[in-house]
């Protein structure tokens, strides 16, 4: 390597470097301090550096390099299905749903990257932040917009920062500490109240709190399959009025005449995405007055693009005036091991239809297919007597404002108790044995 030279170069910080704009090709250094005694030096240095890019669009990416980033089939951060949410205008800028996906460059080599997403509102994001938002109103300050890395209308945990294979342990160190200096940059350029990582893995909710981002807990129930045979070995662990209420539950769907059919992949036509859309569309309108925040296209694509991680189980009434016609029916994704309960609609009411269809009916599939987990997605206290263990969730928050990031982080920690002490409770509850 050449003796440093008598001229004086900038001070290289990674705060400045990811923040200029006045780059060399290839590097951050500004133009105007490259002269030939430096060059050497500068290539060295641009090979180590970390370079940071936004994207408003999951295809300035191609499938192939954004997917080599992914775990092997975890199906949320695959670019088919956030394609699938921006191509059916499920998430876009009129949506409060900004795509603005953080990149890592090394050497001109994509090795890391962060979907996420520059929002207007706090709607579809199951981490409730409204008490803050009213908070800065109340302060004539504005909440919105802020960025979130997060899966657009999913409550399911699973890995954030998707990374290539090959990194070694220090590259793999530097990730989070050169997001988060990023992100700050960012959050401070672009005049953001802040940043948010939401349902991250617990080991990524960790390393973020090391680094100063304040976590918060939250509490889902989730479904583990200790090797169950079957439903009713599953049940028999159960002490024996839970149990009975149970197969009550069952015995009295299906002396209602209902049959129940699973489909997958290939098995799914899109007349099937039809009928789907308009159950969803009617839990929405009932539960919440409005149609939904998904279109009907993304019911489409996700069964186009992603066939081998749907399941959609519908319920029939052969009795009923027409046979054939869906009465209820529930959709699920599923991976290697986890099966991840996602939406339900019905055209009308009957008794336990909704615990059968959504719950009993994915217990049944997880327990054929081997997996190991059933998410069946957030709260729902009526999961814990049909055998759904609390389970922490976690999400982590940096407030730009010095003093709302204090009182923000002040009410996260009194929060955190209190979500302890529930999930303890909850575990009380549990029907077995």
């Given at each position: 390597?050449?003796?440093a030279p008598d001229?004086?170069?900038?001070?290289i910080?990674?705060?400045w470097?990811i923040?200029?704009?006045?780059?060399?090709?290839?590097?951050?250094?500004p133009?105007?301090?490259?002269?030939?005694?430096?060059?050497?030096?500068l290539?060295?240095v641009c090979?180590?550096v970390m370079?940071?890019?936004?994207i408003d669009?999951i295809?300035?990416?191609t499938?192939?390099?954004?997917?080599?980033?992914?775990?092997?089939?975890?199906p949320f951060v695959r670019?088919a299905?956030?394609?699938?949410?921006?191509?059916s205008?499920?998430t876009?800028a009129?949506?409060?749903w900004?795509?603005?996906?953080?990149?890592?460059?090394?050497?001109q080599?994509?090795?890391?990257?962060?979907?996420?997403?520059?929002?207007?509102?706090?709607?579809?994001?199951?981490?409730f932040?409204?008490?803050?938002?009213?908070?800065?109103?109340?302060?004539g300050?504005?909440?919105y917009?802020?960025w979130?890395?997060?899966?657009?209308?999913?409550?399911?945990?699973?890995v954030r920062?998707?990374?290539?294979?090959h990194?070694?342990?220090?590259?793999q160190?530097?990730?989070?500490p050169?997001?988060?200096?990023?992100?700050?940059?960012?959050?401070?350029?672009?005049g953001l109240?802040s940043?948010?990582?939401?349902?991250?893995?617990?080991?990524e909710?960790?390393?973020?709190?090391?680094?100063?981002?304040?976590?918060?807990?939250?509490?889902?129930?989730?479904?583990?399959n200790?090797?169950?045979?079957?439903?009713?070995d599953?049940?028999a662990?159960m002490n024996?009025?839970?149990r009975?209420n149970?197969l009550?539950?069952?015995?009295?769907?299906?002396?209602q005449?209902?049959?129940?059919h699973v489909?997958?992949?290939v098995d799914?036509?899109?007349?099937?995405?039809?009928?789907?859309?308009?159950?969803?569309?009617?839990?929405y309108?009932?539960?919440?007055?409005h149609?939904?925040?998904l279109t009907?296209?993304?019911?489409?694509?996700l069964?186009?693009n992603?066939?081998d991680?749907?399941?959609?189980?519908?319920?029939t009434?052969?009795?009923?005036?027409d046979?054939k016609?869906?009465?209820a029916?529930?959709?699920?994704?599923r991976?290697?091991t986890?099966l991840?309960?996602r939406y339900?609609?019905c055209f009308?009411?009957?008794?336990f239809?909704?615990?059968?269809?959504c719950y009993?009916?994915?217990i049944?599939y997880?327990?054929?297919?081997?997996?190991?987990?059933?998410?069946?997605g957030?709260?729902?206290?009526?999961?814990?007597?049909?055998?759904?263990?609390p389970?922490?969730?976690y999400?982590?928050?940096?407030?730009?404002d010095?003093?709302?990031?204090h009182a923000?982080?002040?009410?996260?920690a009194q929060?955190?108790?209190?979500?302890?002490?529930?999930?303890?409770?909850?575990?009380e509850?549990?029907?077995?044995?």
């Amino acid at each position: 390597m050449p003796s440093a030279p008598d001229a004086k170069l900038l001070p290289i910080t990674l705060d400045w470097l990811i923040s200029s704009e006045s780059m060399a090709p290839g590097c951050s250094l500004p133009i105007q301090v490259i002269d030939e005694n430096h060059l050497h030096l500068l290539n060295e240095v641009c090979a180590a550096v970390m370079q940071i890019h936004f994207i408003d669009s999951i295809h300035q990416l191609t499938a192939s390099d954004w997917d080599a980033l992914c775990p092997q089939d975890y199906p949320f951060v695959r670019h088919a299905f956030l394609a699938a949410l921006e191509d059916s205008a499920s998430t876009t800028a009129i949506q409060g749903w900004q795509p603005q996906h953080l990149l890592i460059y090394q050497n001109q080599q994509l090795i890391a990257a962060l979907p996420g997403y520059v929002k207007t509102h706090s709607y579809g994001e199951y981490v409730f932040d409204w008490a803050w938002a009213d908070a800065y109103r109340r302060y004539g300050k504005h909440y919105y917009p802020k960025w979130i890395s997060a899966i657009p209308f999913t409550p399911c945990y699973g890995v954030r920062l998707l990374q290539a294979a090959h990194l070694d342990s220090a590259t793999q160190a530097q990730l989070w500490p050169t997001i988060i200096n990023a992100l700050n940059i960012y959050a401070n350029d672009k005049g953001l109240s802040s940043w948010h990582c939401l349902f991250p893995t617990a080991a990524e909710s960790d390393q973020l709190t090391q680094s100063g981002i304040a976590q918060r807990l939250g509490c889902q129930f989730h479904w583990h399959n200790n090797q169950y045979r079957n439903f009713d070995d599953f049940v028999a662990q159960m002490n024996s009025r839970k149990r009975k209420n149970i197969l009550k539950e069952r015995k009295q769907v299906n002396a209602q005449g209902f049959l129940f059919h699973v489909k997958t992949g290939v098995d799914l036509q899109p007349e099937d995405w039809d009928i789907f859309y308009q159950l969803y569309r009617n839990t929405y309108r009932k539960r919440s007055g409005h149609a939904g925040y998904l279109t009907a296209d993304f019911f489409q694509l996700l069964g186009k693009n992603l066939p081998d991680n749907v399941v959609l189980i519908t319920a029939t009434k052969p009795s009923g005036i027409d046979p054939k016609a869906v009465i209820a029916a529930s959709l699920y994704l599923r991976d290697a091991t986890t099966l991840y309960g996602r939406y339900w609609g019905c055209f009308e009411e009957y008794d336990f239809l909704h615990f059968e269809t959504c719950y009993y009916q994915g217990i049944d599939y997880a327990i054929a297919q081997d997996l190991s987990r059933f998410d069946g997605g957030a709260q729902g206290e009526h999961k814990i007597a049909r055998g759904f263990v609390p389970t922490i969730t976690y999400s982590n928050h940096w407030i730009t404002d010095p003093e709302f990031r204090h009182a923000i982080n002040h009410f996260i920690a009194q929060e955190a108790e209190g979500i302890k002490h529930y999930a303890q409770q909850a575990s009380e509850l549990l029907p077995f044995k």
